[in-house]
């Protein structure tokens, strides 16, 4: 016996937001069901909501701060995408992912509370700007304010003042590409 057809709530992929008519959400079952839990899969981190199950979502969480060469981040991120996708017993297989590495530089010249090292700082801001990048949804295009960016740095113990900092070059909102996997590129503390 097959499964039933598949049945999912209809998404508004532009709102981001499911489609109500009527004060009642629409549904849609076959190939677009199957898509619209897709789209909303890869963009629900995992562990995220404890309404999802555990294997619901990706987990990029694993890519993040490890010192791994080009090939072999974009390998696992794939890999991690199809086990995403895979969970439905709608999806019988993937031929075809494409995720694209985005190294965003980080400079800042701080003020250092006494005790702290330049590396240490470096450090803490890395730890800060990887869980930010890490909630941001994969697969849609989102612009992270610049002050959100600043937070990380301010937040760092070993900081008491900055005089200048920049994010991807500039010091204004970073906007992270629907294809594009953020890592932290090069930090530069003085």
């Known amino acids: 016996e097959g499964l039933p057809l598949c049945r999912e709530t209809d998404w508004d992929f532009t709102a981001n937001q499911p489609v109500w008519r ?3 959400p629409v549904f849609v079952t076959g190939q677009r069901a199957v898509l619209i839990w ?8 995992r562990f995220a909501h404890d309404v999802y199950s555990s294997d619901y979502g990706p987990d990029f969480s694993a890519l993040l701060g490890q010192s791994y060469a080009e090939e072999i ?7 991690i995408v199809r086990e995403t996708l895979l969970v439905n017993p709608y999806i019988t297989g993937v031929s075809q992912v494409s995720v694209a590495e985005r190294e965003i530089p980080l400079t800042a010249s701080v003020t250092l509370v006494e005790g702290y090292t330049a590396d240490r700082v470096g450090d803490q801001l890395e730890a800060a700007v990887n869980e930010l990048l890490s909630s941001q949804p994969f697969g849609t295009t989102v612009t992270i304010p610049f002050s959100r960016f600043l937070a990380c740095l301010l937040q760092c113990p070993g900081v008491a003042d900055y005089s200048a900092y920049t994010v991807d070059g500039a ?8 294809g594009d996997a953020p890592v932290v590129g090069t930090i530069t503390i003085t």
């Open 73 to 79: 981040r974009q390998s696992k991120a794939i890999r």
């Open 22 to 24: 009527d004060g009642s």
């Open 171 to 178: 010091s204004a909102a970073v906007t992270i590409n629907a």
């Open 38 to 45: 897709a789209w909303n899969a890869l963009h629900t981190e």
